[in-house]
């Protein structure tokens, strides 16, 4: 039984919890993907190339800027959460700090946006 | 697995974490601006090619990602999947195998 | 503002269900008011737990719409303005019947923390000398206020999704022995409370935090268990 469970969720920790936890699900699953591709350079130049220019493509265009936001998010996330274990910071300035972090993170993946395209 | 090594797990997840903080920095310094005006095989591989310092760097960074993402995804699994225990911590501890690996063998396609 | 509410309360154990009672508003009321009302005027069958009524005990902790909370100090207008309420035992926790929730494992669980204060002197000492504004005093006093309501332990998600998480009330009672002088029982505790069903279980979403109605922060405590338990294990004490 959780009647509870999603009206007791949904403060702003919460969801920083959550938005950390997706982020490092998806990172985790790119990453084989990321070193299979970058393998292919072994061929030489010729064969990075031909997966780069598969990379043109609108669909992997928003796919790499919703991993570069998933990185961000998960570095800034994960500096609060250093932060907070490690300096015994107390909670009342946390919504602040989520929202620096949440900020940061969408900033860099703007930054990243506007030069891929 | 006993409480002492389940907190060296949690130190070694935090140290990495540390460590990637700062590859990571780099890493999307480096992406944003690397992207600019397309990104080619020879822009990146002229960046890598032969470099030492390139080539330490992605090492230390593949050392890092390799404690840091198995160990996050078997919690995950444990509190999303209930999928704990032995098995379950062979199978992440495979996986941290074969980014090691996988990583490696990236480094060594763009350092050559 | 209608004149009646419209409340619906669990019955029955886990395999149970809400019944709708209608119950008349009033004046300042309480989500506890409403339950009293239901069991002395609507149905006496139904079963609940209250002690002091003024929010001193913890003993009237439930789920209210979704949220756990002190049903005396929670007040019917700031929860229910379109006059519909949701009452429910408190999560994570074995129901005995309708309201009533088994506490044995909210408490077994502070005995398996070592949440419990071990002396080490006699009568022949003399008093032990507490400095009021020392860091550790003062890391004491900021989470001693506890009285084991379980409000915590019902918001947690990781409690709800890791059988064994010995959960915020007995990690933040830990951190508190932790940090008295007076404790004899350091490095058996820091053993009790380190490892996947201690505090490295704790993902700081801070639901404790959010929901204690004493306002401690069990988040800052448990995070005060993991540096003590990384330095011990640096210091190759644990």
């Known amino acids: ?34 070193f299979a591709a970058l393998s292919r350079a072994l061929d030489g130049p010729a064969g990075l190339d031909a997966f780069l220019a598969w990379t043109h493509a609108p669909l992997v265009v928003a796919s790499e800027i919703a991993l570069v936001l998933a990185l961000a998010l998960h570095l800034t996330g994960g500096l609060r959460l250093l932060l907070v274990e490690f300096s015994g910071w107390r909670s009342e300035a946390q919504k602040t700090a989520i929202a620096v972090a949440g900020g940061a993170a969408v900033s860099l993946a703007i930054a990243f946006a506007l030069n891929v395209v | ?78 509190e999303w999947l209930g999928f704990r225990g032995r098995a379950a911590d062979a199978i992440f501890a495979l996986f941290g195998v074969v980014v090691f690996l996988l990583g490696g063998l990236a480094i060594a396609a763009v350092t050559r | 503002m209608s004149a009646t509410l419209a409340v619906d309360v669990w019955r029955g154990g886990a395999d149970g269900r809400f019944q709708a009672f209608s119950v008349p508003r009033r004046d300042a009321q309480t989500v506890l008011d409403v339950v009293t009302h239901i069991q002395r005027r609507l149905d006496p069958t139904l079963a609940y737990r209250f002690a002091c009524r003024v929010g001193m005990c913890g003993s009237c902790a439930m789920t209210v719409n979704g949220r756990p909370r002190w049903t005396c100090r929670t007040h019917v207008s700031e929860v229910a303005p379109e006059g519909r309420l949701e009452i429910a035992p408190l999560e994570h926790l074995p ?50 206020e506890c009285i084991g309501c379980a409000v915590c332990y019902a918001a947690c998600d990781v409690v709800g999704w890791n059988p064994d998480y010995l959960g915020p009330a007995a990690l933040n009672r830990a951190w508190t022995l932790h940090n008295d ?52 294990v640096l210091r190759g004490e644990l």
């Not at chain 1, 969720?9 to 084989?32: D, E, I, M, N, Q």
């Not at chain 3, 704790?202 to 004493?214: F, G, V, W």
């Open chain 3, 181 to 232: 002088r007076r404790d004899g029982a350091r490095p058996e505790r820091l053993a009790a409370v380190a490892g996947d069903a201690g505090c490295h279980a704790c993902h700081t979403q801070a639901s404790c935090t959010e929901r204690c109605p004493k306002h401690l922060s069990p988040t800052a405590s448990i995070a005060g268990l993991k540096r003590a338990t990384a330095l011990a």
């Open chain 2, 1 to 78: 697995m006993s409480a002492r090594l389940e907190t060296r797990l949690w130190l070694a997840q935090r140290l990495s974490a540390a460590v990637l903080a700062l590859c990571v920095a780099v890493h999307l310094t480096t992406m944003i601006v690397a992207v600019r005006g397309g990104l080619t095989a020879t822009d990146i591989l002229g960046r890598t090619r032969g470099s030492l310092g390139w080539g330490a760097f992605y090492a230390l960074f593949v050392v890092a990602v390799s404690i840091h993402a198995p160990l996050g995804l078997r919690t995950v699994a444990a």
């Open chain 1, 1 to 34: 039984m959780s009647t509870g469970t999603w009206r007791n969720r949904g403060h702003p920790a919460w969801w920083a919890f959550l938005v950390h936890r997706l982020s490092g699900v998806a990172l985790s699953l790119f990453l084989p993907v990321h």
């Open chain 3, 95 to 144: 129901i005995v019947r309708d309201l009533v929730t088994d506490m044995r494992e909210f408490f077994d669980k502070w005995a398996r923390a070592r949440s419990q204060f071990k002396p080490t002197a006699t009568r022949r000492d003399d008093f032990a000398t507490v400095a009021p504004h020392s860091a550790e005093r003062r890391a004491v006093d900021e989470a001693i």
